[in-house]
């Protein structure tokens, strides 16, 4: 149809189909030949000055190259670089200028884009030509000081458009025509470095690269500049943070912060300040695949979320993915937090850290054996418990503190394998105690005693990962990895007893979520366009929701059935670049298992689940299959490069998640549920849409990126109205399915030269979901559309750093978000023959919002190194986190005004108040050192 509709515009008419395909490919082959005349045009063009007499091909050939846009290729073995030559032209095309120099001799040229391939003719070789000959050069990128391998450095053919860039660890491959070429080696922050390498076999090359420093800050800009387009990359939502990027942020206490860092990112919120986690394009917080050199992360926050589980110092690269997520990752529906620490200095030993107002960090690395094994430790401890017993008897017993602590071994055994083991133990710790309390009541003349007790609160995460790497040939490279993650939590309780006799009580509720995973992953690289990667990942989750021990013969002891889960995923994606178009391609299909031993309540049939329409319960025996889940979950990302600044992007996700974490609270808290997928649970599937277009301005001094992106959400948890998570057997009764949708936009601009660099980025958003319960009586709202709890439709952040000097730098941040849905009490009633019964009234679910939040950080940092090549390096770092002291909404909490005639039926008059965790100024100060 298209076709009779181009032939018709041109003034033809009552043309066959046949006729229309003929006069298709005639077009199309006159376009081809049109290019290939324009290209021919573009060699012929290029014009040369050559007056040599006797003089080595060498040298002629380079002044050809550097009088054009040209570069030579040819085999050592046919072309004789040393043989001397003798040419006279001024201003001559240059294919006339290398016909007249090869006339008379065997030497023969091709043109390939900017290439000039040069090989011997030989009429009567039936093997194959040089052109046609490949092989492969692979090895690492390494820091020359540290010996620390580079993630994404760019190693490139000269003048060809033509590289590849390191994997995950350091390890890069290319398989290109025989020939000799220039590989131009770069990375961000690094000298760019040229290596001329003669390529007539498989070869093994390792490049080291030196910081830029000050000295060359040209190389510095082009690297950050590469760093923060979008252009080049094919995925959509995807970002690199270094360790660097993220602690130039004003922080709160001072502190560098992962998730703070992330949460300038478009797209990602979070429910309130202090809360833990973030929520990304309408997602929840347990839908984020948090990931510390590929180890799980359960919670991702200190105190309830003040503070990032991860210490800045131990980490190297950082790689955030929420748009284009590839097939190598799975298991959560929303995104990707890719951590990789760093492998410890193999050349020189190394030190770094702060003391600060509230706690301290220190990091040390260096070699066991030099260029052979390292290590790196490093950890963080508050001492807000330290300065308690000053603050007055009040808090003289009371504890509140944390501590976490990374560690890493790297051995590189051979240039084909180096083994990694790898450590994390995070740790939070509450204790309150409370003095025995005498109360008098005057009414009744009576004492009442309240003995004296202590209540505390623990949470650890904790990570092992031993990775081994494999290089099998100049193409195929391997890792393999075995995993251990848990994630565990306590809450404890202890009375006094009111005489020697009589001990107390005492009450003690642990829970856990544990992995175990193994995961080969392979990456095949076929030729600097096409890249492969495959492998397998099994993960076997042990999830204990309570294990409750108590002296109160109320309570006894309660030891809620552990869940197990087998989680079995192949995967396989391929990457492919064209001249314009670019492609990564992949699918992943997930097996899920919910296994015994467990027992499964049963349910009246035709009514809704509740306690009281339990029939009984089924026995799994161990292993047993309880329920099984699985499908396919492709992914799609393309990219269109318009030009060399322009780019337009599309990508598709689909995603499957079968954990789950139940928490009907505003925030997420350190003691909400994991539940994994069963019977009465599905697993949560998502598919995403986006699109983009990025932008780099002439000088590559700016970058700006829009996206946009739907979601749809199926088999969503959502709570009934009140509902008991609690240690809670059957903790189905409390839920309820539910489907939604997200969809948004996204802009942001980078700015990467000049004394101030800094990015400004708004989100637009919408974020809904309804309960689909076969149930009406159960749906919430009626079963309409509400807003989920971090919908927040306006976010705009803007991030500034100016440089005055060599030593004095400010950083500054702000954010505006719309305010959070939330949940309203309406009324109160008063019941009972005492009036001692109160019930509330609600709104709908999520129906107001709370006031929209704001807040502007600054900090100054100053210094204090008195030369580039000074060991010890120092800088004061000072400034206010909230330095207008905004008071921002988290909560909603609620209060009765006084009345007299409450007895008589009367309530009394409810009032709203909102709850602010910051609503002042919080300065800090922190001195930073390295050596």
Not at 47 to 60: A, D, G, P
Not at 229 to 241: D, E, H, K, W
Request: net charge positive; with cysteine; proline share 3%.
């Amino acid at each position: 149809m298209k076709n009779k509709q181009f032939i018709t515009l041109l003034g033809v008419k009552n043309v066959s189909q046949k006729h229309a395909f003929l006069m298709k490919a005639t077009l199309s082959i006159c376009l081809f030949f049109c290019l290939q005349i324009a290209a021919t045009s573009t060699f012929s063009q290029n014009k040369v000055t050559l007056s040599y007499k006797n003089t080595t091909l060498e040298i002629i050939l380079n002044q050809i190259e550097k009088q054009t846009d040209y570069s030579f290729v040819f085999n050592n073995d046919e072309v004789n670089i040393q043989q001397k030559f003798t040419i006279n032209v001024v201003n001559k095309e240059l294919d006339k200028a290398i016909k007249l120099l090869f006339r008379n001799t065997a030497i023969k040229y091709q043109v390939k884009n900017t290439l000039i391939i040069l090989s011997k003719e030989n009429k009567n070789s039936t093997i194959l030509k040089t052109a046609e000959q490949k092989y492969s050069i692979s090895g690492t990128v390494k820091d020359a000081t540290t010996g620390e391998t580079l993630l994404g450095a760019n190693i490139v053919i000269k003048d060809a458009l033509k590289g590849t860039t390191t994997n995950e660890y350091g390890f890069y491959s290319m398989t290109i025509l025989k020939g000799i070429y220039v590989l131009q080696i770069s990375y961000v922050g690094y000298k760019s470095k040229e290596i001329k390498v003669d390529l007539s076999n498989n070869i093994k090359r390792n490049f080291e690269l030196t910081l830029a420093e000050n000295a060359l800050e040209e190389v510095v800009v082009k690297s950050t500049n590469t760093s923060k387009s979008q252009v080049r990359t094919i995925l959509t939502g995807v970002s690199s943070l270094r360790a660097a990027e993220v602690k130039k942020l004003p922080a709160f206490f001072g502190e560098p912060d992962i998730t703070r860092a992330v949460l300038t990112q478009p797209g990602v919120s979070t429910v309130g300040e202090g809360a833990s986690g973030f929520n990304v394009r309408g997602g929840n917080i347990d839908q984020n695949l948090l990931l510390l050199d590929e180890a799980p992360l359960y919670n991702s926050s200190h105190l309830w979320g003040l503070f990032s589980a991860i210490n800045a110092d131990a980490l190297k690269d950082l790689k955030f993915y929420k748009g284009g997520i590839p097939a190598r990752f799975g298991g959560r529906a929303s995104s990707v937090l890719d951590m990789r620490q760093k492998e410890g200095s193999s050349k020189i030993f190394k030190a770094e850290g702060g003391v600060g107002l509230l706690f301290s960090r220190v990091t040390l690395e260096g070699p066991i054996k030099k260029d052979k094994l390292s290590f790196l430790v490093s950890g963080r401890r508050t001492y807000f418990d330290l300065f308690f017993p000053l603050a007055g008897e009040d808090l003289k017993n009371q504890k509140m503190y944390f501590y976490d602590l990374n560690t890493k071994l790297s051995w590189n055994i051979n240039d084909n394998n180096t083994l990694f083991l790898s450590g994390y133990f995070g740790k939070d710790v509450m204790k309150f105690k409370a003095e025995e309390e005498t109360e008098y009541d005057e009414q009744t003349q009576t004492e009442t005693t309240e003995p004296a007790g202590e209540i505390s609160f623990s949470w650890n995460n904790a990570t092992t990962s031993l990775r081994w790497n494999h290089v099998f040939s100049n193409k195929l490279f391997m890792n393999l990895s075995t995993i251990y993650s848990s994630y565990k939590y306590a809450l404890a309780a202890q009375n006094d007893g009111p005489s020697q006799t009589d001990s107390g009580s005492a009450f003690e509720w642990t829970s856990s979520v544990e992995n175990y995973i193994f995961k080969p992953d392979f990456t095949y690289y076929l030729n600097p366009e096409t890249k492969m990667r495959f492998g397998i990942h099994g993960t076997y989750y042990r999830f204990t929701p309570a294990k409750i021990t108590s002296t109160e013969q109320t309570i006894g002891s309660i030891d809620l059935s552990v869940e197990k889960g087998l989680e079995i995923a192949p995967y396989y994606e391929l990457e492919k670049k064209w001249d314009k178009l670019s492609m990564n391609v992949g699918t992943r299909y997930a097996i899920f298992r919910n296994l015994g031993p467990y027992e499964v309540a049963s349910y009246a049939s035709g009514l809704p689940k509740t306690p009281s329409t339990i029939t009984g319960q089924v026995k799994y025996k161990s292993g047993k299959t309880i329920a099984k889940y699985g499908g396919f979950e492709p992914r799609l990302s393309l990219k269109y490069d318009i030009d060399d600044r322009k780019s337009l992007k599309i990508g598709y996700n689909k995603m499957y998640q079968y954990i789950h974490l139940m928490s009907n609270s505003s925030a997420a808290l350190p003691f909400d549920v994991w539940k994994l997928s069963g019977k009465y649970v599905k697993p949560l599937a998502v598919n995403q849409y986006s699109f983009g277009f990025a932008f780099d301005s002439e000088n590559r001094n700016y970058n700006f990126s829009v996206e946009g992106y739907y979601k749809d959400f199926k088999n969503l948890v959502e709570y009934v109205n009140n509902a008991d998570l609690f240690i809670n057997k059957n903790i189905e009764t409390q839920l309820l399915p539910a489907n939604g949708y997200a969809y948004g936009s996204e802009f942001s601009v980078h700015k990467t030269k000049g004394k101030l660099t800094g990015n400004l980025n708004y989100t637009y958003s919408v974020s809904k979901r309804k309960t689909v319960s076969e149930f009406s009586s159960e749906n919430i709202n009626n079963g309409a559309y509400f807003s989920s709890n971090y919908d927040k439709p306006h976010i705009f952040n803007a991030t500034a750093n100016y440089k005055f000097s060599d030593r004095w730098t400010m950083g500054t941040f702000f954010t505006f978000q719309s305010g959070r849905p939330t949940t309203i009490i309406t009324g109160r009633g008063i019941y009972g023959k005492n009036k001692d019964e109160t019930v509330f009234t609600y709104s709908d679910r999520n129906k107001y919002r709370m006031k929209n939040t704001h807040r502007l950080d600054v900090s100054l940092t100053y210094s204090s190194e008195a030369s580039l090549h000074s060991k010890w390096k120092g800088s004061w770092s000072f400034g206010f986190y909230n330095i207008y002291g905004r008071k921002n909404a988290f909560s909603n909490y609620y209060t009765f005004s006084n009345n007299e005639n409450e007895h008589a039926g009367i309530p009394k008059t409810l009032n709203k108040k909102q709850f602010s965790l910051f609503g002042a100024p919080i300065p800090f100060i922190t001195y930073n050192f390295k050596f």
